[in-house]
């Protein structure tokens, strides 16, 4: 008999790896059908956190090249996709609260379902936060710089932060081989796989690299830019 015998319905394995993968593609399709029946009127973005003070490359209005343009697209589409995950967590809880409070038959796999969820988000959008510039920053001295000082700053910064994302995708390269090769699963009653998220965690950490990367091309072309005193 399985362990999970009597618990009522158990989300397969199988299912919650395979819905996190194609929902947001579900999602995205939906709301390119919606764009386009609303004639390609897009809602607006929210601004960005920076302004055109703050940030010199709107200011300076540099591209990237190549390289950095498909860095960032993948930085972009990855957000995008695990943004949608959220909607997954409500839902999952949703009907935790409707099970436990209303039919007092309290699930064994929304929290670990919701939470390696959440956890796998936070770590695939790294990327995106890093494009965005979301991440928090220690202002303190950076403020009082001029624009093409800030720019040399990130610069010199830029070592520390490859120090940290190199260590990332190294550690996490060793979480992922090692669950992977001891089929390591959760604790809990469900006993879900640990090596999707391992390897999600991998796949994040080489994508806030990529992002580094980009940055720092950008950073570098934009500090020659600027030096030369062009503004286009």
């Not at 436990?100 to 064994?108: E, G, H, L, Q, S």
């Not at 920053?137 to 520390?160: A, Q, W």
Request: glycine share 8%; charged share 15%; proline share 3%.
């Amino acid at each position: 008999m399985s362990d999970l015998e009597g618990f009522g319905f158990v989300l397969p394995h199988w299912f919650y790896w395979g819905w996190l993968a194609v929902m947001p593609l579900i999602m995205i399709a939906l709301d390119k059908r919606e764009v386009k029946k609303r004639g390609g009127a897009k809602i607006a973005q929210p601004a960005s956190e920076l302004t055109a003070d703050e940030d010199p490359l709107k200011k300076y209005q540099f591209d990237g090249n190549r390289l950095t343009r498909i860095i960032d697209w993948t930085s972009e589409k990855s957000g995008v996709f695990v943004s949608f995950w959220t909607v997954n967590a409500v839902c999952f809880y949703f009907f935790e609260v409707i099970m436990r409070y209303i039919f007092n038959m309290p699930t064994v796999w929304v929290h670990e379902a919701s939470f390696l969820l959440l956890g796998m988000q936070y770590l695939l959008a790294g990327g995106f936060a890093l494009l965005h510039g979301s991440h928090v920053r220690v202002d303190v001295m950076y403020n009082f710089l001029p624009e093409r000082g800030r720019v040399g700053m990130d610069i010199f910064t830029s070592m520390f932060f490859f120090i940290f994302a190199l260590a990332l995708v190294w550690t996490s390269w060793t979480f992922f081989a090692d669950a992977y090769s001891m089929g390591e699963t959760t604790v809990e009653t469900w006993g879900i796989q640990y090596w999707p998220v391992k390897a999600v965690m991998l796949l994040g950490a080489v994508l806030i690299l990529l992002a580094g990367i980009s940055k720092l091309i950008k950073d570098i072309a934009l500090f020659v830019l600027m030096g030369r005193g062009t503004n286009t």
